[in-house]
């Protein structure tokens, strides 16, 4: 079981450009989220996902946007990139809101 | 004022002892998860809970809804148990949000 699959697992950007980190799960989850984690700080909701097609803002939408065409993918994209964005991203997904999540392994982004 | 803290920010332990992990929230919650983060590495769900208590292994997390309380115990403490442990509450409604705490850093010596 692969569960959840984050790719890249690293990245550098330079500000201004673009890149979408992508999130592939195999268990037929409903919900998919994506969080930043900053140092010192609790993970920050970005985006979730109810359903394909459904997509909704989190705490911390500003400068990204997601898509769900399928079930399985729910990729994030970074539009003109900032330094602000440098974090790790995390993937996640349950089969309901009120279910554990599943995590992939992370996307570490530097942004210089 | 974050709605879900957690302490201690950090707790170093020597292998054996029995460790106590703290989450207050602030908020009405449907359930509270903790969950393990290994450095470098990803996040593992470890307990999703309501009421009560549960157990897993080495692992027992309790709950206090009325005094809206968790903790997180480790009995027999073992330097593999080194992570990073994240409360994380569930605030119901809709869209099922998780508010997270900033986690606690604990290190077991051998």
């Known amino acids: 079981n692969a569960g959840v699959t984050q790719t890249p697992k690293f990245r550098i950007l330079k500000i201004g450009q673009s890149m979408t980190l992508q999130c592939a799960q195999d268990?037929?989850?409903?919900?998919m989220y994506w969080y930043r984690q900053d140092p010192g700080m609790g993970l920050k909701l970005i985006y979730y996902?109810?359903?394909?097609?459904?997509?909704d803002k989190g705490e911390v939408p500003n400068g990204y946007n997601v898509s769900r065409s399928t079930t399985e993918d729910f990729p994030l994209r970074l539009e003109l990139a900032a330094p602000s964005q440098t974090s790790v991203y995390f993937c996640?997904?349950?089969?309901?809101?009120?279910?554990?999540?599943?995590f992939g392994d992370g996307t570490r982004l530097s942004i210089l | 004022k974050n709605e879900v803290e957690q302490s201690p920010q950090n707790l170093t332990a020597q292998e054996g002892e029995f460790i106590t992990i703290n989450c207050s929230y602030s908020v009405g919650i449907s359930a509270l998860h903790w969950l393990q983060q290994h450095p470098g590495g990803g996040i593992v769900s470890l307990f999703m809970l309501s009421s009560g208590k549960k157990k897993h292994g080495r692992l027992i997390a309790t709950i206090n809804i009325q005094e809206k309380h968790s903790s997180l115990h480790i009995t027999a403490s073992h330097p593999r148990d080194s992570a990073v442990y994240i409360c994380?509450?569930?605030?119901?409604?809709?869209?099922?949000?998780?508010?997270f705490g900033k986690g606690t850093l604990l290190t077991v010596n051998p």
């Open positions: 268990m037929n989850h409903n919900y």
């Open positions: 994380a509450v569930n605030s119901g409604g809709s869209n099922y949000k998780l508010t």
């Open positions: 996902s109810v359903g394909a097609g459904i997509t």
């Open positions: 996640a997904s349950s089969w309901t809101g009120d279910q554990p999540q599943h």
